[in-house]
């Protein structure tokens, strides 16, 4: 027969364990006082008045591991409670948004979250000079006819030997002339908005002011001056002439380098879509080695010993070499500034807010034949 363990017998045991702590003590034997004159008369807390407490209590008394525990026999036990005291108002936090007792944490000093920005490169290509004029001239060399020889040789005019004429050469000029561009654009927003939402003035500036950064970048390579736009690179550099029937990417760009050098240029860039440059970087050579070296290398983006500028804005399957120092340069008249007014229409008793981003800019382009542009692809 099992033997009974009273609860005079647990309290004394509890009391003999820990008899140091006495506070703890005197808690533990007025919680138990509680729960006998519960179980006294609701066996398993039926009611009111504490009932969880003493179905608990009675649970842990009832349990071979009480006890053991009373008896010394273990250091510890375990008691499987009844489900329904797990799920008898039990307060938790409510799921997703409208959580009435826990602030949510609003990140407001990380900003509003945005897709990710293109890195821009052309711009940097070029130098950057500040202009006050909203048109920038520059007489250009449109034509030079080089008689250099020796005095009375061949070719003389006259004759052969000294005291004969000299050979005359020729050159003629033009006026190039190059309008500065506005790139625009702006957003709305109500008044209220911006006063109750701080970070939302600093979003919509960077954003704008990027936006206007991107266009400015794209029509640098692919506008072609019609109504009223930039000249972009890409309509005023020379066609690629040289190459070879299925010849290679990289035989394409070496020999578009090669067609700026034959003109007494000096390529200084390769302008290419980030796909067409991984396109590059994947070739292998016959031992199934990467052309262009080791893939953990961190190395700097190089073709023929000249930079790569890899960009979203170049067509894909399209390249551009340049001699960007003798292709041009890039006029400032206003760098990106940010407006705001509510002096719009009827605006101001709408309570409306515009906000405008705005750059004057130019990209001179003095030598045209300094960039080569054509196909990856080239079959000529």
């Not at 409208?98 to 944490?105: E, I, M, T």
């Not at 609003?106 to 945005?114: I, L, N, T």
């Not at 007489?139 to 003389?156: D, I």
């Amino acid at each position: 027969m099992t033997e009974q363990v009273t609860m005079t017998e647990i309290k004394s045991a509890v009391e003999s364990a820990f008899g140091k702590h006495a506070d703890q003590i005197a808690e533990l034997k007025a919680r138990m006082l509680d729960v006998e004159q519960s179980k006294a008369h609701r066996p398993y807390g039926g009611g009111s008045g504490g009932g969880g407490i003493a179905e608990l209590a009675a649970a842990i008394l009832e349990s071979g591991g009480a006890t053991a525990f009373a008896q010394k026999s273990t250091p510890s036990f375990s008691v499987e409670v009844p489900t329904r005291l797990l799920t008898k108002n039990t307060i938790i936090n409510a799921s997703g948004s409208g959580q009435p007792l826990v602030a949510s944490d609003r990140a407001d000093a990380r900003g509003v979250v945005f897709a990710p920005q293109r890195r821009l490169t052309v711009r940097g290509l070029f130098e950057q000079i500040p202009t006050d004029s909203n048109l920038i001239e520059r007489p250009a060399e449109s034509a030079f006819t080089n008689n250099a020889t020796e005095q009375g040789g061949p070719t003389s005019p006259v004759g052969n030997g000294e005291g004969e004429l000299k050979a005359e050469s020729a050159m003629t000029f033009t006026l190039q002339q190059t309008p500065v561009v506005t790139i625009s654009h702006f957003i709305v927003a109500s008044r209220q908005i911006l006063s109750d939402a701080p970070l939302l003035q600093r979003h919509l500036e960077q954003r704008l002011t990027y936006g206007l950064n991107l266009k400015e970048e794209t029509a640098m390579l692919t506008d072609t001056g019609s109504a009223g736009n930039m000249i972009g690179i890409i309509a005023k550099a020379a066609a690629f002439t040289g190459g070879a029937t299925n010849q290679t990417a990289l035989d394409t760009l070496a020999k578009a380098a090669n067609q700026l050098a034959v003109g007494n240029y000096e390529p200084s860039a390769f302008i290419l879509h980030p796909t067409d440059w991984l396109a590059c970087q994947l070739q292998k050579d016959s031992t199934g080695q990467y052309i262009l070296g080791d893939p953990g290398a961190a190395t700097t983006p190089m073709l023929w010993g000249r930079p790569v500028v890899a960009t979203p804005s170049m067509t894909q399957g399209q390249f551009v070499c340049i001699d960007a120092q003798r292709y041009g340069y890039i006029a400032d008249r206003e760098v990106a500034t940010v407006r705001i007014s509510e002096n719009v229409a009827d605006a101001f008793l709408r309570n409306l807010i515009h906000v405008l981003v705005e750059s004057r800019v130019a990209l001179v382009t003095e030598l045209g034949a300094a960039a080569v542009t054509g196909s990856l692809n080239y079959s000529g």
